[in-house]
C-alpha cells in the first residue's frame, strides 16, 4: 500500500512537472527506458523537484552504459571480463562504441551544468533528449554489440 501512494505522488509531481515545463517525454516512455517507477521505490521518497530525480536516473543509466563500454574499447589489463569481450568487437564496432559515449557524456556533462544553474527549461530538454537519444541511437547499438557478446560467451561452453 506504501509503494502504491509513492508511485501515486510521484505520477502527479510528474505531471505537474510535464505540464509547467512543457517536456514531451511520457512517463510510460521514460519509465520503459530508465526503470523510473522503480528508481523512486528504492530511494522510497520523492523529490521536491521531481525533474532533477528523474535526470538523475537518466544520468545514472547513461553513466553505467558509459563504464561498460570504456571497458570493451579501453580494456583494463587485469580484467580478464573486459579483455575477453573486447577482442569480440571489431574496429568499426569499438568506434560505434566511442561515439554512443561522446553522446552520452553531452547529455552528462549537460546535466550536471543544469544542476549547477537550475534551469528547469534546459532541464526539460534533457529528459526529451535522453529519450530520443536512447531510442534513436543508444538502444540499437547497444543491442548490436550485447548480441555479439553474447554469442561469444555462449561459444566458450
Keep these: 500500500m506504501e509503494n502504491e501512494k ?3 505522488e510521484f505520477e502527479k509531481r510528474f505531471d ?20 523510473i517507477k522503480d528508481y523512486i521505490l528504492k ?3 520523492v523529490g521536491e ?6 535526470c538523475y536516473r ?16 579501453m580494456p583494463n589489463p587485469q580484467n580478464m571480463i573486459n579483455l575477453s569481450e573486447s577482442k569480440v568487437l571489431s574496429q568499426e564496432d569499438k568506434r560505434e562504441a566511442t561515439e554512443l559515449i561522446k553522446k552520452g ?15 528547469l527549461k534546459s532541464e526539460a530538454k534533457i529528459i526529451d533528449d535522453a529519450v530520443r537519444l536512447w531510442e534513436d541511437e543508444f538502444k540499437s547499438s547497444l543491442i548490436k554489440i550485447m548480441k555479439k557478446i553474447n554469442e561469444e560467451w555462449g561459444n566458450k561452453k
Excluded at 505537474?16 to 526503470?35: G, H, P, R, V
Excluded at 537518466?58 to 574499447?73: A, P, S, V
Aim: no cysteine.
Design 58 to 73: 537518466i544520468i545514472e543509466t547513461f553513466m553505467g552504459w558509459n563504464e561498460y563500454l570504456h571497458g570493451l574499447i
Design 105 to 119: 557524456m553531452e547529455l552528462i556533462s549537460r546535466n550536471n551544468l543544469i544542476g549547477l544553474t537550475k534551469d
Design 43 to 45: 530511494e522510497g521518497f
Design 6 to 8: 509513492l508511485i501515486q
Design 16 to 35: 505537474l512537472a510535464k505540464k509547467e515545463l512543457k517536456f514531451k517525454s511520457d512517463l510510460e516512455d521514460i519509465n520503459k527506458i530508465f526503470y
Design 49 to 54: 523537484i521531481v525533474t532533477r530525480q528523474i
